[in-house]
């Protein structure tokens, strides 16, 4: 396992080899991401920043079927009995390019049981001065049967050292997938956020918000396509995480010492996880990607920061 620097004017970015792990993004001293250090044969703390793949999420008792065959994985989430994010989160990735503003890994998702594909994949993390972090994924399916392949990163969001309940949220959203509680699965189709706690539309504070939910049908801006959440901070600065339109859906997640599940030395903590899909998306086939051999796919989100309105770094 090893970790290597990238950066461009005030931006700086730090990228573990093992789950190709996004370890944490500044812009000048402020966090635009929870951090973690690295250590041989350990994942991070709640898998902030790795890489989910060829699945991202929860599979039902590890079943699905694709194209006439039923597949079984290995059940990794025991309580729930699921599948649970797929292969590559605990894989070393090899460095494929780099240069001081960008750097690109990859990493064959080998055969499994219960996933007989040959998918290799890779992404590439690259810094511009006023964009800020551009994070692109690849597939291409290697092998000569068609795949079936969905992905997702889990990507813990900041601003700065502000507590997560002095923040407000908006997301790009109008719908949310109702889960099983118990299982974290599907339980039903989508619904409007409209109405319900899980309207973000309009900025809320986060202040006592719990969630672990998959959001969708994402409002993108007309001028380039791009569906934008932010993060901002009690002095009005912004984290904004945006998505393209291969990445239409985000599960929000809320890290919290109350749910016994707390963010080492940040207690809560926010996650904002691009997906292709939706949980148990091998199994319902929901937006679920078809690589044909010799196919490649790709697709793009990133981070930028937004000073506050007359901080004299500001880039809008």
């Known amino acids: 396992m090893g970790g290597y620097g990238i950066s461009v004017g005030g931006y700086r970015v730090e990228v573990a080899t093992a789950g190709a792990g996004l370890r944490g993004v500044w812009f000048d001293d402020k966090l635009l991401t929870e951090t973690w250090e690295i250590e041989p044969g350990q994942k991070p703390p709640l898998s902030a920043g790795l890489v989910l793949s060829p699945w991202p999420n929860r599979t039902a008792d590890g079943r699905y079927t694709f194209d006439g065959q039923d597949h079984q994985l290995e059940i990794t989430e025991t309580s729930r009995n699921n599948a649970n994010h797929g292969f590559v989160r605990t894989v070393d990735w090899a460095v494929s390019e780099q240069d001081p503003a960008s750097i690109t890994l990859v990493t064959p998702v080998g055969e499994h049981p219960g996933y007989p594909f040959d998918i290799a994949i890779g992404v590439t993390y690259a810094l511009d001065a006023d964009t800020g972090l551009t994070v692109t994924h690849t597939a291409t399916n290697v092998g000569t049967r068609r795949a079936p392949y969905a992905l997702g990163q889990h990507t813990f969001v900041r601003v700065g050292d502000a507590p ?46 719990w969630m672990d939910t998959p959001f969708t049908d994402m409002v993108a801006d007309a001028g380039d396509g791009r569906a934008r959440h932010r993060v901002t901070g009690p002095d009005d600065d912004v984290t904004e995480l945006w998505t ?73």
Do not use: K
Not at 164 to 186: F, G, N, S, W
Not at 187 to 207: I, Q, W
Not at 285 to 313: F, T
């Open 244 to 316: 393209d339109a291969a990445f239409g859906w985000a599960q929000v997640f809320t890290a919290d010492p109350a749910h016994d599940q707390p963010y080492p030395g940040r207690g809560r903590a926010l996650a904002i996880e691009p997906m292709t899909g939706p949980p148990n998306a091998l199994a319902s086939g929901d937006d679920l990607i078809v690589l044909e051999p010799g196919q490649r796919w790709s697709g793009s989100w990133g981070l930028r920061y937004h000073p506050a309105p007359g901080d004299r770094r500001s880039q809008d």
């Open 164 to 209: 997560i309940d002095d923040c407000t949220l908006q997301l790009a959203a109008t719908e949310y997938l109702p889960l099983d509680p118990e299982r974290q699965l599907p339980a039903g189709a989508p619904a409007e956020v409209a109405g319900t706690d899980l309207d973000f539309r309009a900025e809320r504070r986060l202040d006592g918000i």
